[in-house]
């Protein structure tokens, strides 16, 4: 017997559970996996601000678009193969699941090198520009960009396992690896900045050795659950599907590194409004990963129950997510709004630098309520192998509306006015959502009920 049809696809229950109880269990151990991240960027904004000063948060904040670079590469071989992993597990074919595994890992080893490469040809200049000219900030924010890149392996072989696990059902494993892997980044970020004085560069060991930790426990599970795929090879194929379908959230976030550089260079060596800047980012960070669990969990449900050929049951799953999305960041908006101040305050920070971060996210957040709706429609989208409209709903505010209106309002308004450009593309983003759900093509399901699947 093939090990295609070793077992009945129909026994999943991604396509048997009920809808709202198979959300539910997805969505809830991705938020904490996703959230103990970014509680950890949080923890370590907090160490980096009260043991080292608003200097140094000021320098980690620089090197924020770099940062987002590296996730945004570990996320492209792992977003694309989750899309394709989950339709081949939804359909029972196990050999192609693990042919997108091998894919993604060799892809992920190629991105690997090309970073290196160009960190060392291009990095210090790069810094040394963001900076503006100041190079104690530039000097500090090099030395904990290099350590990260240097253990980008581990963080793309984590970020691809992590969602291979995730595609085949073991969400829940995933969440218990996550507490207890960022729990230990958190002592280890603390040992390294407080106990040892490692400054900045300490941060960033603390992270790439819990990440060869976390990577090294998911690989040991692979090895020992006989219902995970088995390790596989890494393989120069299947590389061109892989990119089609990781390229929009990818580039979404590669998006996020565009926004926060252009952020940061209409700033200028205003290190008091960089560090608040850094602080406001630190916090949305958070607030989006919760979302974010949202939109993945989504995608996995979705592409299962296409994959089986069960259209109506990913639509009722894509509804709910929406509503939960925006239940979510509604919720952020109040709490950023009304106590902004005050979380800027616990950075470390003075009066200024509090009384910035309460600005900030007063602005950003007047249309954040409909920002994860739009994020969860995208990814839904996704997992249909439907890349334009997904890359249209990701890419169009971080590559177009948000560094073409932070200049604009900034050259107007001043450096402490060109938060206005979120909100205005938001509500750009949401008119571009309501028109693509408004022109979306409509079948016949299988009880002859027409159903509207964009």
């Known amino acids: 017997m093939s090990e295609r049809h070793a077992r009945n696809p129909g026994d999943s229950p991604f396509l048997t559970a009920p809808p709202g109880r198979l959300f539910l269990s997805n969505a809830l151990p991705m938020a904490v996996v996703m ?13 980096v601000g009260r043991y080292l000063g608003a200097e140094a948060l000021a320098a980690v904040s620089l090197a924020f678009p770099a940062v987002m670079l590296l996730t945004a590469l570990s996320s492209l071989s792992g977003g694309g193969m989750a899309s394709l992993m989950a339709r081949h597990l939804g359909a029972g074919d196990r050999n192609a699941a693990a042919a997108v595994l091998a894919g993604a890992q060799g892809l992920a080893l190629a991105l690997c090198a090309l970073l290196l490469f160009a960190a060392l040809a291009a990095g210090p200049q790069l ?7 100041n190079g104690a900030l530039a000097e500090t924010a090099g030395r904990y960009l290099l350590v990260l890149v240097l253990g980008a392996p581990l963080q793309f072989g984590l970020a691809l396992h992590g969602d291979a696990l995730r595609s085949e059902g073991h969400a829940g494993q995933i969440a218990l690896l996550s507490v207890f892997v960022n729990l230990a980044n958190i002592a280890a970020n603390w040992l390294a900045i407080a ?3 490692l400054g900045v560069a300490g941060s960033a060991l603390g992270t790439v050795a819990a990440q060869g930790l976390g990577l090294a426990l998911l690989l040991a599970l692979r090895l020992r659950d006989p219902r995970l795929l088995p390790p596989v090879r890494p393989a120069h194929r299947g590389w061109g599907a892989i990119l089609a379908l990781g390229l929009p959230v990818s580039l979404g976030l590669l998006g996020m590194a565009l926004v926060s550089a252009t952020v940061v260079l209409a700033i200028g060596d205003d290190a008091g409004l960089l560090a608040a800047h850094g602080v406001a980012t630190r916090l949305l960070g958070l607030a989006f990963l919760p979302q974010m669990a949202i939109a993945l969990a989504t995608q996995t449900i979705a592409g299962h129950n296409a994959g089986a050929g069960h259209p109506a049951r990913a639509l009722r799953v894509r509804n709910l997510a929406m509503a939960a999305a925006f239940g ?8 950023g709004s009304l106590f902004g101040e005050s979380l800027g305050r616990a950075f470390g920070g003075d009066a200024r630098m509090a009384a910035s971060v309460a600005a900030i996210l007063r602005v950003m957040l007047a249309l954040y309520a409909f920002s994860g709706p739009v994020l969860v429609l995208a990814l839904y989208l996704q997992a249909l192998g439907r890349p334009r409209p997904a890359a249209v709903l990701t890419l169009a505010k971080p590559w177009l509306l948000v560094p ?33 759900l408004f022109r979306a093509p409509r079948h016949a399901g299988p009880d002859g009920q027409t159903e509207v699947l964009p």
Request: charged residues 5%.
């Open 35 to 47: 959230s103990m991240g970014g509680i950890l960027t949080v923890t370590d904004g907090l160490f």
């Open 127 to 133: 810094v040394a520009g963001l900076a503006g000219g």
């Open 195 to 197: 106990g040892l004085g």
């Open 328 to 335: 979510w960041c509604l919720a952020v908006a109040l709490a």
């Open 404 to 436: 073409v209106l932070v200049p604009l309002i900034a050259a107007r308004a001043g450096p402490t006015g060109l938060w206005a450009a979120f909100p205005v593309a938001d509500a750009v983003l949401l008119a571009l959502a309501v028109a693509i």
